[in-house]
């Protein structure tokens, strides 16, 4: 009998094993399990329909004009259900629909869910995510032109909602418990700038600060975000953005081991034979620390799709470790960040900064290698620094060139990688 | 049979008609910062490069694209970006270790060399035939081999020797 795939989570890792699965064991099966019922969709591509950039049919992996086709076509068996049990003895799942669903290789790509912050009034109508379609439904229908809101969080995921807030018209407040803007991406110099760009533009970004309540408040079911000092914001519409953890509910009784996410080896196997885990849910291989972390990126989502599918089919691949990296618009200021941005020990850096044109590259060294790298307003060849990092290419002469000046990025990366001198074209 | 740019950048003089062909060819302007292809100057060794998209098998930037905006063109082999598709997000400039896909500030969306549909500009313009236009195979594509080498090295997943 055919091997039979199954796919928990219909997001770019899901969707991404289960095309590799088809195109590297045609004979098998394939089923992937989505819970939500719009056709596989990216969520990060839902802020630009809510600024208006793209309808819903914008936001699909797939095929906008058909995306049920696309996946009948390829023989992927997609449906909507979720997952309400897993049996690791009789490798079956039980299914919301009350269907049990066998298989020989189980894919955990279930991704993630947002955090809810433990304050009072957080469940109150009108205090919204920003995770799903549906949630990007309701935020469409009360950020009206004019509306007051309050938005949690100034990480990655607030900063990217807070544009498309902001293109909407409202009247936003943006709060953030950390000391900066995107705390987790950049360091205080490239999250101040982003701070002060912010205010230039008319919006108060609040940092150091939190939400401590939310109640509603005056007429109309308006609420109210109290903040620690006690001032009171008055709002239409309250977004947490707080963050996102992996969602392994599914295996909470189950023999499969978790941490923060779901451990795996380096072909993305759980400790399970014949569980694997792919995307935000997989606790995977970190290129630049060695270590095992959730990273949360599409990128990543990608690789380990592909790579996960690989190994489900008995095709032997090692996941050599993803580069964590972001990139950012905040409001027309683009920001993007790579591996060890924060530095390595008994590291090197070089950083140049113009704070009028709001211009920064941070450039970290270990060695005789990049490792890591900041970047504000950068949006020519900036891909070459994952190059640069992830190649672990030995710099040479480049490094103290770099040192002079960082942003010979891509001079240093060509330098380094083909033969450029004189007598090149005889050497090489 | 697929052909490919072949860049031989000790015969470039820096004239930069590719960048102002591209940029005419792409935007319908000569404006340098809006080419696909770029000239990197090499003030130690006198020597200039010219540097596009190697089309690369692995594009990591089609695989990056979370809204399926970038497209293989079976028929050139180059990764193409749908600008009415792009969102705008720029992860595949960030995923692109070539550092050869750009975000363009005035029309939102990404860029990235087409080869013109499979009639590059760069090449015709260049007057000293260090970007020519040829059969992938008989060139052997030197240096964009050593490129494709360094990327093997990357977290694609490299092959399993060992086991």
């Not at chain 1, 906008?64 to 049990?85: T, V």
């Not at chain 1, 969080?153 to 909602?161: D, E, M, N, S, V």
């Not at chain 2, 860029?111 to 059969?135: F, H, R």
């Not at chain 2, 080498?149 to 060992?162: H, K, M, R, T, V």
């Amino acid at each position: 009998m055919a091997m039979r795939h199954v796919i928990v989570g219909a997001g770019p890792a899901g969707v991404i094993a289960a095309e590799t699965l088809r195109a590297v064991q045609p004979e098998s099966e394939v089923v992937l399990l989505g819970d939500e019922p719009e056709p596989p969709y990216s969520r990060m591509a839902l802020p630009y329909y809510l600024s208006g950039k793209i309808d819903e049919s914008g936001t699909y992996l797939r095929s906008r004009a058909n995306p049920a086709e696309h996946y009948r076509a390829l023989g992927i068996d997609l449906r909507q259900d979720r997952a309400a049990s897993l049996d690791t003895e009789r490798r079956s799942l039980r299914l919301e629909s009350g269907e049990k669903l066998g298989y020989d290789r189980l894919l955990m790509a279930t991704g993630a869910v947002p955090l809810s912050p433990p304050i009072p009034g957080i469940d109150l109508p009108g205090v919204l995510n920003c995770w799903t379609m549906e949630d990007a439904r309701g935020i469409a229908t009360r950020a009206a032109k004019g509306a007051e809101v309050v938005l949690m969080g100034a990480g990655f995921i607030g900063c990217i909602i807070l544009e498309s807030l902001v293109r909407r018209g409202v009247r936003l407040s943006v709060i953030e418990m950390g000391d900066r803007m995107v705390p987790r991406m950049m360091d205080q110099v490239a999250g101040g700038l982003l701070k002060r760009w912010c205010g230039e533009k008319g919006l108060q970004v609040h940092t150091s600060t939190r939400v401590t309540a939310i109640r509603k408040g005056g007429k109309n079911g308006r609420l109210e975000a109290v903040l620690e000092d006690g001032s009171v914001l008055p709002a239409d519409l309250i977004i947490s953005a707080t963050g996102v953890k992996p969602a392994i509910d599914l295996l909470k009784d189950s023999r499969v081991e978790t941490d923060f996410g779901v451990l795996v080896d380096q072909r993305l196997q759980s400790n399970i034979e014949g569980i694997y885990a792919a995307g935000d849910v997989c606790q995977g291989k970190d290129f630049s620390t060695g270590q095992y972390s959730v990273q949360a990126i599409q990128p990543t989502a990608a690789e380990h799709g592909r790579i996960a599918a690989m190994n489900m089919a008995g095709k032997s691949v090692l996941h050599q470790g993803s580069v964590n990296m972001n990139v950012l618009d905040t409001l027309g200021l683009i920001s993007s960040s790579f591996g060890l941005w924060d530095g390595a020990e008994d590291g090197e850096e070089v950083k140049t900064l113009n704070e009028g044109g709001y211009r920064y590259l941070n450039l970290q060294f270990s060695g005789d290698h990049l490792v890591g790298a900041q970047a504000l307003g950068l949006t020519n060849h900036v891909g070459v620094l994952r190059g640069l990092i992830q190649t672990r290419v030995r710099l040479g002469p480049w490094k103290q060139r770099l040192l002079e000046d960082p942003t010979a990025i891509m001079e240093a990366y060509l330098g380094c990688v083909q033969p450029i001198g004189y007598n090149a074209s005889v050497l090489a | 049979m697929l052909k490919s740019l072949k860049i031989e950048a000790e015969k470039c003089t820096s004239c930069m008609q590719c960048e102002l062909a591209c940029s005419y060819q792409a935007e319908g302007v000569f404006n340098t910062a809006k080419s696909r292809i770029k000239i990197f100057t090499f003030h130690h060794e006198g020597r200039f490069v010219p540097y596009t998209c190697t089309q690369c098998s692995e594009a990591w930037c089609l695989h990056a694209c979370p809204v399926e905006a970038i497209v293989l063109n079976p028929r050139t082999g180059a990764k193409e970006v749908l600008a009415d598709a792009c969102v705008g997000c720029k992860v595949c400039t960030i995923a692109c270790p070539f550092g050869t896909v750009n975000y363009d500030e005035d029309t939102k969306v990404v860029y990235k060399c087409d080869l013109c549909g499979g009639d590059p500009e760069c090449a015709k313009a260049c007057p000293t035939e260090a970007i020519t236009y040829v059969q992938s195979e008989q060139t052997g594509l030197e240096r964009m081999r050593i490129h494709a080498a360094q990327a093997a090295g990357l977290a694609g997943g490299a092959a399993d020797s060992g086991a």
